[in-house]
């Protein structure tokens, strides 16, 4: 198990000598249980924004989520956040997006119940102890990703929930718990309410995944792709002149998994899914089409035994021909 940042458990352990309680939550116990590299490390308390805010006056405060960022310094010029956040529950949710009403809890579990994946709901305290009451560590082992209590009110209350799903799945290399998966199916429309630039952000996590290629083929399943990159279902059917052995769809989810393999950049990976797109009107599907491609070099494999041709996002060599027929 990777071992806690002297500076966070510091937190925490203030937390607790001043009478309250701390537990590190989300992401960064999640990681740490699977043996990965957290990116950030947040705290979760019963001790009110106030207090918090109190005990540690370099901090700031400037939400309705009951969430304060205490600063860290590791040197005069970098300063971190660990965010410290008090106990809560979320309720009536607009739109499929957030909440409409916050308010403070009295316990850690009702505050892991509004959370989204079992894997994420898990609380680690300073000493090593786990508040487990979904069974996440078992579904860590597992390889699974769950929801929380039933997965449509999780769907509905963030749709973007939805993605995150099929990023987590790529991300740590699991399975979709077959209830979630079809609570997936289901709810995919709602993920027109989320805004693009949330999307986007998840998105992206999931094209630097190291299986880009799987999540390209679960959005399609899940009926999420035409809320995202419509223009990349048009060549599912799409087949190419005889120089070509895949369609255009299949070309350019192997040419984002290529890249992928490479270990290249996002500007790259998303190059390399967009290889060929193909927009076809609907009506007259074999001569009135106008054909746009986009030819990224990049694709092409690299010999055995050499350096990539591309390695990095200022080497990208691209022709764009339109045409029609």
């Not at 690299?302 to 029609?324: H, V």
């Amino acid at each position: 198990m990777k071992e806690i940042p002297a500076h966070v458990s510091t937190i925490a352990h203030t937390l607790i000598e001043n009478g309250y309680e701390a537990y590190l939550v989300g992401g960064s116990v999640r990681d740490v249980l699977a043996d990965r590299e957290p990116k950030d490390w947040d705290l979760t308390t019963n001790a009110t924004p106030e207090i918090v805010q109190e005990l540690f006056p370099d901090s700031v405060y400037q939400n309705e989520f009951g969430t304060v960022g205490v600063k860290y310094r590791p040197s005069e010029e970098e300063t971190e956040l660990v965010e410290v956040t008090t106990y809560r529950s979320e309720e009536a949710y607009e739109d499929a997006r957030r909440p409409k009403h916050v308010s403070f809890v009295a316990s850690v579990t009702e505050d892991l119940a509004r959370r989204d994946f079992t894997i994420n709901a898990i609380a680690l305290h300073p000493n090593g102890s786990l508040v487990d009451p979904f069974d996440g560590y078992a579904d860590l082992e597992r390889g699974l990703i769950r929801t929380v209590n039933e997965p449509e009110d999780r769907f509905r209350e963030d749709a973007l929930r939805l993605l995150r799903a099929i990023r987590f799945a790529c991300q740590l290399d699991f399975s979709i718990a077959e209830h979630t998966w079809d609570a997936i199916q289901r709810n995919a429309d709602n993920l027109s309410h989320i805004s693009a630039e949330r999307i986007q952000e998840e998105f992206n996590k999931l094209l630097l995944s190291d299986t880009p290629v799987r999540g390209m083929r679960l959005l399609e399943e899940a009926g999420l792709l035409t809320y995202i990159m419509p223009e990349l279902r048009e060549g599912i059917e799409c087949g190419q002149n005889k120089h070509h052995i895949y369609t255009v769809w299949e070309h350019n989810i192997r040419s984002l998994q290529y890249a992928a393999d490479q270990n290249w950049d996002l500007t790259i990976r998303m190059a390399g899914k967009r290889a060929r797109v193909t927009t076809v009107p609907s009506t007259d599907m074999k001569w009135k089409a106008r054909v746009s491609r986009m030819k990224c070099f990049l694709v092409s494999p690299t010999p055995k035994n050499s350096e990539p041709k591309f390695p990095n996002s200022s080497d990208i060599i691209c022709s764009t021909t339109t045409w029609a027929k």
